[in-house]
């Protein structure tokens, strides 16, 4: 299984970015996906997760409003939409895998992708 997170990078704040996890080696549909990103000494914080379908989605209160996450069942591929960044959106950001729907805890996910960094400069 291979997780293969992109689109980081460097962006002021109320930019926008979007995040690509391509996935390969599983059955993709079978999954509820979900993104997840940990800053500099804290602990791994939940973002979104998405349903099968992709049209039942979850988010964490901080990016409410701000992330849209979603799915292409045909690619196997996840998206995070990200936009008006801010400065406090800096952190590695990881795609991950779980069969168990709509758990924001990082135990339930059983595939992590490497991760991509996000900078957002004030």
């Known amino acids: 299984v291979q997780l293969q997170a992109s689109g980081g990078g460097l962006v002021q704040a109320g930019g926008s970015l979007r995040l690509a996890c391509a996935a390969s080696?599983?059955?993709?549909?079978?999954?509820?996906w979900g993104w997840f990103r940990q800053a500099p000494g804290k602990e791994r914080e939940f973002v979104a997760t998405v349903a099968w379908n992709g049209r039942h989605t979850y988010y964490g209160d901080s990016v409410e409003g701000r992330f849209t996450i979603s799915r292409d069942n045909a690619k196997s591929m996840v998206y995070l939409q990200m936009d008006s960044l801010e400065p406090e959106d800096t952190a590695v950001y990881y795609c991950?895998?779980?069969?168990?729907?709509?758990?924001?805890?990082?135990?339930?996910?059983?595939?992590w992708g490497q991760g991509t960094l996000v900078t957002v400069s004030s």
């Open positions: 080696g599983l059955a993709f549909v079978n999954y509820v």
């Open positions: 991950a895998a779980s069969r168990t729907s709509f758990d924001p805890r990082p135990a339930v996910y059983t595939y």
